[in-house]
């Protein structure tokens, strides 16, 4: 397989993923595009490994090793970062433990009550942050991986 | 790191694309060594010179 036709394949693939969150939210079943996307990881893999006309020599190999490795190593300081936001915020919040009586809930203990919505999607803006985080990462990744191919000549013009 | 791959390059009539293909890597890797912008590996160094039938020190000058 030529690699240009596993790039189509692997647009038609991102579509047909697009397809099936849209679907999984329709049906809410967060399964069907949790299996969905490993699946589409693995046919993708698969479709990769059998590209005949790949050139990964040994610049492009340590070109995309130095982006990793940059990209982990910001993305784990943001990282850090957002988790101590979000452990303030949750340590900020009231424990929800009940009052010693019960039958006199005390001024706070009203607040939390009056706040917990059950039918809020509490999981579900989790996993919008998580997205934006996933997002970010292959931002950083993208932005190191354009640095190194430009430190190590991948657009330098022909002297010949 | 300085080289001197260009001249051999040139020595052996051998284009940049020509010089990858026997070597196995990219054209931009030739290039990017002779600019001096990836220092090779010690395997792809050898390997250079062996192609040309010199010595790695001959193609390759170390400047601390």
Known sequence: MRQNTFYLMAGVTGLVEVGIFWLAVQLRNPFLIMVSFIIGFVFLYVLWRQVSDRKDDERAVYITEKAKSRTLDVFWVIFFALSLGSAVIGFSTPLHIPPPNPALPPDNFRVIVRNVHPDRPFMGYFGLFQLILLFLLILLYLVFRIYYSRKYGDWDSDEE | ?64
Request: glycine letters at 4%; zero cysteines; hydrophobic letters at 45%.
């Open chain 2, 1 to 64: 790191m300085k080289n001197k791959i260009k001249v051999y390059r040139a020595m052996h009539d051998l284009t940049q694309e020509a010089l990858a293909a026997e070597l196995g890597v990219t054209r931009q890797t030739i290039l990017a060594i002779e600019k001096g912008k990836y220092d090779p590996s010690i395997d792809l160094a050898f390997r250079i010179a062996r192609f040309f039938s010199v010595s790695v020190e001959d193609l390759f000058q170390y400047e601390g």
